[in-house]
């Protein structure tokens, strides 16, 4: 397995999870990371992304102020932080990697080469 995604669960409005992506491919520093999250009956869509190397972040306007995409280069992980959590943010979330992604392809799911199996997220009213 090259993307392993944790940290889901049950959460309440308003409460915080962290996901964690461990990644074993190499050189992980060499990628661009990112996460994306797909509801019941929609589209996969972008949530964050965090580049290579500089580690330039990029969030999608519900992110935006909530959620928190770092990595962790020294342990090959990829982690985001969301808080203040909505019953909207109830998806099952991904992780993506890709070497190659550039400006215009960050928050598009084909700019990604690399997934993890996904760790769903509830968030209950």
């Known amino acids: 397995v090259q993307l392993q995604a944790s940290g889901g669960g049950l959460v309440q409005v308003g409460e915080a999870l962290r996901l964690s992506c461990e990644v074993s491919l190499r050189p992980f520093l060499e990628y661009t990371m990112a996460w994306f999250r797909q509801a019941p009956g929609k589209e996969r869509e972008f949530v964050a992304s965090i580049r290579r190397r500089g580690g330039t972040t990029k969030y999608s306007d519900s992110a935006k102020g909530r959620f928190t995409i770092t990595r962790d280069n020294a342990k090959n992980t990829v982690y985001l932080q969301m808080d203040n959590l909505k019953p909207e943010d109830t998806a099952v979330y991904y992780c993506?990697?890709?070497?190659?992604?550039?400006?215009?392809?960050?928050?598009?799911?084909?700019?990604?080469?690399?997934w993890g199996q996904g760790t769903l997220v509830t968030v209950s009213s």
């Open positions: 993506a990697a890709d070497r190659n992604v550039i400006a215009s392809t960050t928050i598009s799911a084909s700019g990604y080469d690399y």
